[in-house]
């Protein structure tokens, strides 16, 4: 939380997701599921440098999102997705990223 | 440049059922771009009413894109179809561009044809629709029969149920603001001399009042393809179905209200009529066509067993 990271994602024919994502991607992109926890409800921002699918899964069922956008000129970020979330483990489902390799960011919107 | 013809794939014994539901699988499906991250529908999205959304969508590997997507409402009916081609007068043209195009890039298929056919016929499900769509080609996978059956499916997304079409075929009238902004629309403000028609457009090529010849995104318009200096800053009427789901607006999406674009236009309404403009726009809105089983993307259940 806070802090990017670089995840590693499969090919998206071995991705088991949880709900069928909104854009799953073709036989040849990538995705990936990870956990995240929530501190304190309140409203958070999936930054990442490629334009892959994001879903926030809360309690097996897709959160709507609530803003996104690009990021700043030459920051890297490439897509913000901005989601209000309760307390809690939730999970971050990506699709349809590119390439196997993406920095990805969750942090709390101020 | 395409060759005449190219695109077409003509196979009068195929099941035209089967090439419509293959054509909504390969509409939905990412492996149709470089890197499987762009399907037709990530653009074309059935929640935009077949739009995005964006002023210009990236290409498959970031690239910017130039021009606001269209939505695919009632396509069938026009050609020909983009905002500065006249030359691409058939969907099964058409699809090549964003397939395989490099002005700009998009999905980036160029050169890709047997990669395309590959990632196909690896899915039963494909090899089963390509035969019953395409008989004598033996369900033969290529850039032929891709946007043929594309273009089967795209004939099929037809909305003519707005409250306009409802008031002009004898159903309940128009509350009264869109009733006094159609008059605006047809009389002074001179918008259906273009915006004519049961489609609203009249498939022509015309600079706007005021625009300049060569956009900020250095788009010259229909010139791009004919070389004619008169034909800077010339682009195709869109059709105005769905218009106040499509947005942005303008060939580069750089009209981020209907009222931005009207504005554009050149033409000078007073407040009251053009909010009444916009009532009319609104009153040619079919939400039904954003949520129709029939175009979302299929399940992993084939169509064919």
């Given at each position: 939380?806070?802090?990017?990271f670089?995840?590693t994602?499969?090919?998206?024919p071995k991705?088991?997701?949880v709900?069928?994502?909104?854009?799953?991607?073709?036989s040849?992109?990538?995705?990936?599921?990870?956990a995240?926890?929530v501190?304190?409800?309140g409203?958070?921002?999936?930054?990442?440098?490629g334009r892959?699918?994001v879903?926030?899964?809360?309690?097996?069922k897709?959160?709507a999102?609530?803003?996104?956008?690009?990021?700043?000129?030459?920051?890297?970020?490439t897509?913000?997705?901005e989601?209000?979330?309760p307390?809690?483990?939730?999970?971050?489902?990506i699709?349809?990223?590119?390439?196997?390799?993406?920095?990805?960011m969750v942090?709390?919107?101020? | 440049?395409?060759?005449?013809?190219?695109g077409?794939?003509?196979?009068?014994?195929?099941?035209?059922e089967?090439?419509?539901?293959?054509g909504?699988?390969?509409?939905?499906?990412?492996?149709?771009?470089?890197n499987?991250?762009?399907?037709?529908?990530?653009?074309?999205?059935p929640?935009h009413?077949?739009?995005?959304?964006?002023?210009?969508?990236?290409?498959?590997?970031?690239e910017p894109?130039l021009?606001?997507?269209?939505s695919?409402?009632?396509?069938?009916?026009f050609?020909?179809?983009?905002?500065?081609?006249?030359a691409?007068?058939?969907l099964?043209?058409?699809?090549?561009v964003p397939i395989?195009?490099?002005?700009?890039?998009?999905?980036?298929?160029?050169?890709?044809?047997a990669?395309?056919a590959?990632?196909l016929?690896?899915?039963?499900?494909?090899?089963?629709?390509?035969k019953?769509?395409?008989?004598?080609?033996?369900?033969?996978i290529?850039?032929a029969?891709?946007?043929?059956?594309?273009?089967?499916?795209q004939?099929?997304?037809v909305?003519?149920?707005t409250?306009?079409d409802?008031?002009?075929?004898g159903?309940?009238?128009?509350p009264?603001a869109a009733?006094r902004?159609?008059?605006?629309?047809?009389?002074?403000?001179?918008?259906a001399?273009?915006?004519s028609?049961?489609e609203?457009?009249?498939l022509?090529?015309h600079?706007?009042?005021?625009?300049?010849?060569?956009?900020?995104?250095g788009?010259?318009?229909?010139?791009?393809?004919?070389?004619?200096?008169?034909?800077?800053?010339?682009?195709?009427?869109p059709?105005?179905?769905?218009v106040?789901?499509t947005?942005p607006?303008?060939?580069?999406?750089s009209a981020?209200?209907?009222a931005?674009?009207?504005?554009?236009h050149?033409i000078?309404l007073?407040p009251?009529?053009?909010?009444?403009?916009?009532?009319?726009?609104?009153?040619?809105?079919?939400?039904?066509v954003?949520?129709?089983t029939?175009y979302?993307?299929?399940?992993?259940?084939?169509e064919?067993?």
């Open positions: 939380m806070g802090a990017a670089d995840a994602l499969a090919p998206t991705v088991d997701y709900l069928e994502p909104g854009k799953p991607g073709g040849v992109s990538f995705g990936g599921l990870f995240f926890d501190a304190k409800a409203r958070y921002r999936i930054a990442q440098n892959s699918w879903d926030v899964i809360v309690d097996g897709a959160v999102s609530a803003a996104h956008g690009h990021g700043p000129e030459c920051s890297g970020i897509k913000m997705v989601y209000d979330l307390s809690g483990r939730h999970l971050l489902q699709a349809a990223n590119g390439e196997a390799a993406l920095t990805v942090a709390p919107v101020r | 440049m395409l060759a005449a013809g190219a077409m794939a003509k196979d009068s014994g195929g099941s035209a089967a090439q419509v539901a293959l909504r699988r390969l509409f939905h499906d990412g492996d149709l771009s470089i499987g991250t762009l399907s037709c529908a990530t653009c074309h999205d929640r009413s077949f739009a995005d959304g964006t002023r210009a969508h990236p290409g498959a590997h970031g894109g021009r606001n997507v269209p695919l409402v009632n396509v069938g009916a050609s020909p179809l983009t905002w500065g081609n006249d691409l007068t058939t099964e043209l058409q699809a090549l395989a195009g490099e002005d700009p890039v998009e999905m980036g298929m160029k050169g890709q044809e990669e395309l590959r990632r016929s690896a899915n039963g499900c494909y090899r089963k629709l390509f019953a769509a395409f008989p004598k080609a033996r369900g033969r290529d850039f029969t891709v946007s043929t059956a594309l273009a089967a499916f004939r099929t997304i909305s003519h149920e409250a306009w409802r008031a002009t075929s159903g309940a009238p128009l009264e009733v902004g159609e008059a605006v629309f047809r009389g002074g403000a001179g918008c001399s273009c915006h028609g049961r609203f457009t009249d022509g090529f600079r706007l009042a005021g625009e300049p010849a060569s956009a900020p995104n788009d010259f318009g229909l010139a791009r393809v004919s070389g004619r200096s008169e034909d800077r800053g010339r682009f195709r009427t059709s105005l179905r769905n106040a789901l947005g607006y303008l060939h580069d999406g981020e209200t209907m931005d674009a009207i504005v554009r050149g000078a007073s009251g009529d053009a909010a009444d403009v916009e009532a009319f726009l609104d009153a040619l809105t079919d939400t039904a954003t949520t129709d029939r979302a993307r299929p399940g992993k259940t084939c064919i067993s």
